[in-house]
């Protein structure tokens, strides 16, 4: 009896407990290796980090704890979302300076200005820009035509792409051998639109686009006078990246 006692305390090896514990390390070193594999590492970013460390903390090669050519800030310079962030700033402050443009000028009514995700959008009813069944701007919209184009020709957006869109309501043409169809008018009118802000006021055309879309993307049934002036419209979008 004492023997066997004596077998049972001389046993040896690793506890039984360390094979359950092996095996959460293995599956939790799996799982880090499959979040790697899923992930896209940011090169300049990953080396400015190790090279931080580099002899900092004695696991690795000595020398400077950092590099004098590249910083982890210097990284996120580039980062996505600090972009965007600058990006949004950019696009508020362009809206505070239109919306004021436009309450001094006592144009609210007429024009409208939505900042959405995919960039800011100015709605220009058509009697602001244009006479009635016509595409020749009127004098007056040119001052405001050249006041956008400023803004839109800073530094912060002289990069941004610029889209004119021409919209009709949905009554006929009449009496009008120019423009047989709506189609004709709202093309017209929006290649009017970029025609004279390339010429007239310097925009790079490689920038800028028209189109039209006669009456098939109204913003309101076409069941009123009122809902069909709001359809007559020109938008200007200036896209973000």
């Known amino acids: 009896m004492a023997r066997k006692k004596r077998q049972e305390e001389a046993k040896q090896g690793a506890p ?14 799996c799982f880090f290796v499959l979040l790697f594999s899923m ?31 590249q910083y982890i800030d210097k990284g996120l310079k580039d980062d996505k979302s600090t972009n965007q962030q600058k990006e949004m700033e950019d696009f508020d402050n362009l809206e505070r300076k239109i919306k004021k443009y436009l309450d001094d000028n ?3 009514e007429d024009v ?38 400023d803004l839109l020709n800073k530094k912060e957006f002289n990069d941004k792409l610029i889209r004119i869109e021409g919209h009709t309501d949905n009554d006929p043409i009449k ?7 709506n189609w004709e008018l709202s093309v017209a009118r929006s290649s009017n639109v970029v025609r004279f802000l ?9 920038r800028i686009s028209a189109s039209g879309y006669s009456e098939y993307h109204p913003v309101v049934p076409n069941t009123s006078d009122e809902n069909k002036a709001k359809n007559r419209r020109v938008d200007i979008v200036i896209l973000k990246n």
């Open 16 to 29: 039984e407990w360390m094979a359950t514990y092996g095996d959460m390390v293995t599956l939790l070193l």
């Open 198 to 206: 390339v010429e007239g006021t310097g925009i790079n055309p490689e």
């Open 39 to 69: 992930s896209s590492v940011d090169v300049q970013k990953f080396q400015s980090i190790v090279q931080s460390f580099d002899g900092a903390l004695g696991f690795l090669d000595g020398g400077k704890t950092l590099s004098n050519e």
């Open 106 to 108: 006592n144009l609210n």
């Open 112 to 149: 409208k200005v939505l900042n959405e995700n995919s960039g800011m959008l100015l709605r220009f009813q058509d009697n602001v820009l244009f006479s009635s069944g016509r595409a020749v701007l009127k004098p007056k919209s040119e001052v405001t035509l050249r006041y956008i184009s």
């Open 175 to 181: 009496y009008s051998s120019k423009y047989p169809t």
